[in-house]
Every structure is written in C-alpha cells, then in structure tokens.
T-cell receptor, first 111, second 116 residues
C-alpha cells in the first residue's frame, strides 16, 4: 500500500533552522517532491530528489535516503513568511506524472 | 504567462445539483490532474490525463467525470452533488515525466466548493 508520514505541526523561531521529516512506503519510486502551501493558496514546488543525498536551493535543502524510505526538508534562517504547510509527495510510476501526497506539516514561525 | 487557471474560485451547491469546474493551462503541458484537499488530509487524486482524448481514474473518482478534448482544458464535472464533495479542488499540469526528470506539477489557485 501507499503511506507517506510527516509530522502534523511544528513550531520554530525566526532566524532558526528547522527540519521537517517525511517517511514513505510506496509500491514504486520515481522521485520525491516537497511543496510549500500558504493558507488558502495553491501548493508551490520547492524541491525534487530522485537520487540519495542532499539538494540545496538557497535557504532550503532536501535530503533523500531511498533505502530508508526517508526524506527531510531543511529550512535555514527562518523568516515569518516561511509559516506555511509543507507537503511531501512521491511519484510512484514514471510516465503517469501524478504524485501521492502526505497530509502536510504546518510550520509556525514565531518572532 | 497565466499558468493554470481555475474557475470559479468559490461555489455553493445544493444537494443534487450539478456543476463543472473549469481548468485551463497555457504552458502546453500534456499532463493534467484534478486533486481534492480536505482539512487535515493530503491532496487526493480524482482524475488525470496524459494527453488530449486520454483520461484515467485516480484514487477518489466516484461522483466525478472529466473530459480532455484539447491540450489546454480539463474540466471536472459533478453530476449529483453530495455533502461529501465539499472540498477545495485543485487542478494541476505538468510536462511528461521521464525517469529522473522532476516535471513538477503546477497548481491552479483552487475552487472552494460547499455542498449543503
């Protein structure tokens, strides 16, 4: 079956670093995605990992371990505008395109 | 470049009514999708299409229908609205994915539907 787990909520302080974990069990694997979704808005693409290791994009980094079915999103130098939900998603099969989403982690950044 | 455009933004339906949620994209993406998002739940795939004339069911297709007559448009039809269909509906599009390619989904701004 398909299962993508991530914490429901997290709180962090402005300027700090936060790590959002995601574990997955899917029948296939063709990449893991992280999306950001502000309240009342559409999800927007943050990062993609298909090989093991770390991908860095400015203040955001994403890590993947395929053998462990595990990923994390690392946010550095947190800003108030980073308060949002962060969605972990897996593409099971190449050629269909669709993603399976976790329930999302709501991050609150406090001053 | 408008990206993915959804209409309407909001709608209230009575039980048993029907409606069509419109979705159009101007990025020449072959692949299009319909997801619904309920509070505390992840996005669930309703239907998807890999090209004009081709559609396929996702995880939660019951109560919905789609068509794909052009590359740009992918409308979602609700025939007999039920309270369980109260949700936020997102349309998305992407390039065809190949092994190792990201081909991320680009989402529209959503349609907030209430069925009472």
């Amino acid at each position: 079956g398909q299962n993508i787990d991530q914490p429901t909520e997290m709180t962090a302080t402005e300027g700090a670093i936060v790590q959002i974990n995601c574990t997955y069990q899917t029948s296939g694997f063709n990449g893991l995605f992280w999306y950001q979704q502000h309240a009342g808005e559409a999800p927007t693409f943050l990062s993609y990992n298909v090989l093991d290791g770390l991908e860095e994009k400015g203040r955001f980094s994403s890590f993947l371990s395929r053998s462990k079915g595990y990923s994390y999103l690392l946010l550095k130098e947190l800003q108030m505008k980073d308060s949002a939900s962060y969605l972990c998603a897996v593409r099971e099969v190449a050629g269909k395109g669709n993603l399976i989403f976790g329930k999302g982690t709501k991050l609150s950044v406090k001053p | 470049n408008a990206g993915v455009t959804q209409t309407p933004k909001f709608r209230i339906l009575k039980i048993g009514q029907s409606m069509t949620l419109q979705c159009t994209q101007d990025m020449n993406h072959n692949y299009m999708y319909w997801y619904r998002q309920d509070p505390g739940m992840g996005l669930k795939l309703i239907y998807y299409s890999v090209g004009a004339g081709i559609t396929d069911k996702g995880e939660v297709p019951n109560g919905y229908n789609v068509s794909r007559s052009t590359t740009e448009d992918f409308p979602l039809r609700l025939e007999l609205a039920a309270p369980s269909q109260t949700s936020v509906y997102f349309c998305a599009s992407s390039l065809p994915d190949r092994v190792g390619d990201s081909s991320p989904l680009h989402f529209g701004n959503g349609t907030r539907l209430t069925v009472t």
